[in-house]
């Protein structure tokens, strides 16, 4: 086989294995905006806030130490005492619930019936609030994430492919996992919302508001729940980017490779936020190997926006996004 | 009642005027946002040196050193803002640590007369006096650090390096793109072959670019990066089982910022610097005593010794030794901006003054001039220990080839002057 051809399979893998991490983040999107019609500008921050507070306190860090030993002349960092993981991510998750709460008394609540743009534009105040909070809460600085995810290239895939092609393929471990637990979310998600009274209620209120309110069903409860269900979304993309670069500030821009999901695969779409992502990490890899260095490289940013407004053009919802139609 | 006023306005001034005698330093610096992790370190280590200079010595020269904080944010907007909202405080000397920023400033603070320092970064060709009467980049620059490293490599490889292929990885920005003319002079000149790798800001998401270095297989890979950026290629080449012996970085790619998230993958890194690492100096013994007992620390008090740190304190300690020659050339002690310029430029750092200021060997010995605003131009390498958890020191300070860049900072810096219209200085 053409060594070519070799690498495009390589580069295609890969690609696969980016857009499940892009669908990662722009599952928190759909979930939110299919509930409520809200686009949550804070996703990627919830994201990054989550994966903060997973380390804080996985490592026993004191929260607002900065704060209080400003305030009162202590010296304190550190409980001295390290959390299990297991343990940091089901306490990480209670805390994720407790902002969904919170979000939805302090913010939502008093913003019911208020046009979309402005329930926009709390998101986005909310963002920047939830950045300087985790900032002030866990540190400015760069932290190791260590859950025991498995990291590195896969030796047997890179065995198995070199026995058969003669050339071994790059597959990353953490990339492996991150596929299996996106496919369990995704079946996770899709069973709650069959079979469960809380899903199907959620589903009710996606379809129609006034219809779920007029049979009992609590918007306030469906808020909680669906940006609860967010925030376990946004814990888990935040582990898995964590991993990646350590968990620090800049994990919030994530949210840019959410975008272009987004766009190709519908906002209110779980299955379109997965194939949307497989479409953009195939699409913009596969054009960075061919044709990035005709063009001086760099090209995957863009690219995935050209590649999603290319098919905006045909499928203005997206491709498994709720087809359009005003009457008038 | 007019007379309770009138005193009122008396004491007023009388209570300011010795705040207006300061020594102004603005700050510019980032303590939020994604290159918060980097600006801290910086700022903490800047203002602790000036603190330890008011607490211990008086202020310089018996002028007090007030600093002037001000948040970018690593956005070059804020930091012209900052400036702006500065610059009339009596500011002395900038040190945006920003390339972006640097370059919004050369025009504005060259009109405005007041001297900036882009230590390590910014515009190589300021390092021409000549042209950059108010610019300086001492003690190194990029181009240097493209030529350190070239060198480096070329020492590894038993000096010939024809036929070797040499991979670039950067930030695609004016910042990342700064070292690539060097580098494809250094190419012709020593034969290997270069290849230029662009990341997108941030950096983030770099598999194309690794899987592309595993398939062509250089035999070093250099990274112009930063941020983010440096934290991902450095795991993403632990992945792909690149020898980290052959992945050198700049000296912006070279904090434990960097490193450390990727643990024991990491080791054996190296990075370029421009003066060394550590705490084991004579002088942390004093900020120790001035600073860090007395609660005045910086921040949250935790970045001693960081590279980042080391580099805020060093730049700090360039500024207060350029300001002291200022007050020797000018015999006042509360200099202004212009004064301020004349000692940068008559700055001189040996042995026996690093070793009198409790900093022995931390930086290179380089002399400033009219003509010469960029200093020595040399570098060190430091390789990552990632079981000891610390940057060792693996060579002495390297000297730029200045064969090939000296020729290429006369004509970036002619056509700096030809654009603005600047009539040469200096002959």
């Known amino acids: 086989m053409p060594d070519q051809l070799l690498f495009a399979m390589e580069v295609t893998l890969n690609g696969l294995m980016a857009g499940v991490l892009y669908a990662l983040v722009a599952l928190g999107f759909v979930l939110i905006f299919k509930a409520s019609g809200i686009f949550n500008y804070a996703q990627g921050v919830m994201a990054l806030f989550a994966a903060l507070t997973l380390v804080g306190i996985m490592d026993g860090q004191v929260p607002f130490a900065h704060l209080i030993n400003a305030i009162f002349g202590t010296d304190v960092h550190h409980f001295g005492w390290n959390v299990p993981a297991i343990l940091a991510i089901a306490l990480t998750l209670g805390v994720m619930v407790l902002l969904a709460i919170l979000v939805e008394r302090l913010v939502l609540r008093h913003l019911v019936n208020q046009p979309d743009i402005i329930l926009f534009m709390a998101t986005i105040g909310l963002a920047y609030f939830m950045e300087g909070f985790g900032d002030i809460m866990w540190g400015s600085d760069i932290k190791k994430l260590d859950v025991g995810l498995p990291q590195g290239i896969s030796e047997t895939v890179e065995s198995a492919t070199d026995a058969i092609f003669g050339y071994g393929f790059f597959i990353d471990r953490l990339d492996m996992v991150a596929t299996v637990i996106a496919a369990l979310l995704v079946i996770g998600l899709t069973l709650f919302s069959q079979y469960t009274k809380q899903g199907r209620a959620l589903r009710a209120v996606a379809d129609d508001h006034q219809a779920a309110l007029s049979v009992g069903i609590s918007l306030r409860f469906i808020w909680v729940l669906v940006w609860s269900i967010a925030g376990f979304v946004a814990l888990v993309a935040g582990m898995m980017w964590g991993a990646k670069s350590g968990v620090q500030f800049s994990l919030s821009l994530i949210a840019l490779k959410a975008l272009p999901v987004l766009m190709l695969g519908g906002f209110t779409s779980i299955p379109g936020a997965i194939v949307g992502g497989l479409i953009i990490g195939v699409g913009e890899k596969l054009f960075e190997f061919t044709i990035g260095p005709m063009v001086g490289g760099a090209t995957e940013n863009w690219f995935a926006y050209v590649l999603a407004l290319a098919f905006l053009v045909f499928r203005p919802q997206g491709l498994f996004g709720d087809r359009i139609i005003e009457r008038v | ?427």
């Open chain 2, 1 to 427: 009642m007019k007379l309770k006023l009138a005193t009122m306005v008396v004491a007023g001034v009388m209570a300011a005027a010795p705040v207006m005698a300061d020594l102004v330093f603005p700050a510019l610096s980032y303590r939020t946002g994604p290159y918060a992790a980097n600006g801290i370190p910086f700022a903490d280590g800047y203002q602790d040196y000036f603190t330890l200079m008011n607490e211990r010595d008086g202020g310089i020269g018996g002028e007090k050193v007030r600093m002037v904080e001000c948040e970018t944010g690593y956005n070059t907007e804020k930091g012209v803002e900052c400036y702006e909202a500065t610059k009339g405080e009596g500011a002395l000397i900038y040190q945006p640590l920003s390339t972006g920023i640097t370059y919004q400033l050369i025009p504005k603070a060259s009109a405005d007369g007041i001297p900036v320092h882009s230590m390590g970064y910014g515009r190589t060709s300021a390092k021409n006096g000549k042209v950059f009467e108010w610019i300086f980049n001492y003690p190194a620059n990029y181009w240097d650090g493209a030529s350190i490293a070239v060198k480096h490599i070329l020492d590894q490889e038993g000096g010939d390096i024809s036929g070797k292929k040499i991979a670039l990885v950067y930030h695609n920005s004016a910042y990342g793109k700064e070292p690539i003319r060097t580098l494809q002079e250094l190419s012709k000149k020593h034969g290997f072959e270069f290849v230029e790798i662009p990341v997108d800001h941030p950096g983030q998401e770099q598999k194309s670019q690794w899987l592309q270095i595993r398939r062509d297989k250089p035999d070093y890979v250099l990274m112009w990066g930063w941020g983010v950026m440096n934290q991902v290629a450095i795991q993403e080449a632990a992945n792909i089982r690149f020898p980290m012996d052959h992945f050198i970085g700049i000296w912006w790619s070279g904090s434990e910022n960097d490193v450390l998230p990727v643990g024991e993958g990491a080791n054996g890194y190296k990075a370029l610097n421009m003066h060394m690492p550590g705490a084991d100096f004579p002088i942390y013994a004093d900020l120790k005593t001035y600073v860090y007992d007395k609660g005045l620390a910086a921040g949250a008090g935790d970045q001693s010794g960081s590279v980042l740190y080391n580099r805020g304190m060093y730049a700090a300690m360039l500024a207060v030794e350029a300001a002291k020659k200022a007050q020797e050339l000018s015999g006042v002690a509360a200099i202004n901006a212009a004064q301020m310029r004349d000692g940068m430029e008559a700055l001189s750092i040996d042995a026996a003054k690093m070793e009198a200021l409790g900093l022995p060997n931390f930086g290179p010995e380089f002399n400033v001039s009219c003509e010469n605003h960029g200093g020595s131009g040399l570098g060190i390498v430091q390789q990552w220990d990632a079981a000891a958890s610390k940057w060792n020191v693996i060579t002495d300070y390297i000297e730029s080839d200045k064969e090939i860049i000296d020729p290429l900072v006369a004509e970036d810096s002619a056509a700096f002057a030809a654009e603005a219209a600047i009539v040469e200085r200096c002959n």
